[in-house]
């Protein structure tokens, strides 16, 4: 083979998904950007048939488990899914009023347990 001659084609369309440290998943189509070095893409397609593109270290991912495209499609929106729901009771955890109804005890005055707090 003359090496004047060869010709670089694209990568073919590569999905898979992809487990994180630390317990995270997604899955959608992935590739390495050369101009943004070390680091995995991975465009992860939503119900209305875009994508979101996220980025990860390559020092972050545990395993990449390569897929159809069917496959990775239809385990994406079930993570997303899963994902915001699990924000969204964290969220709501953290914007919760704290219990007032016991009120604290003042200084020098008795605690629930009935000791004094000196």
């Known amino acids: 083979m003359d090496d004047n001659n060869l010709t670089l084609t694209e990568p073919a369309e590569m ?23 070390g ?10 048939g875009s994508y979101t593109t996220e980025f990860y270290g390559l020092r972050a991912v545990y395993r ?3 897929t159809s495209e069917q496959i990775a499609r239809a385990y994406a929106p079930q993570e997303r899914e899963a994902t ?35």
């Open 15 to 37: 999905w898979a998904t992809v487990e994180l440290m630390g317990h995270g998943q997604t899955a959608g189509r992935i590739s390495m950007p050369t101009e943004w070095g």
């Open 39 to 48: 680091l995995l893409r991975v465009d992860v397609p939503i119900a209305d």
């Open 64 to 66: 990449i488990k390569f």
């Open 84 to 118: 915001v729901r699990e924000h969204r009771l964290e969220i709501n955890a953290l914007r919760a009023p704290a219990n007032k109804s016991t009120p604290k005890p003042a200084h020098g005055r008795r605690c629930a347990a009935g000791r004094d707090r000196r």
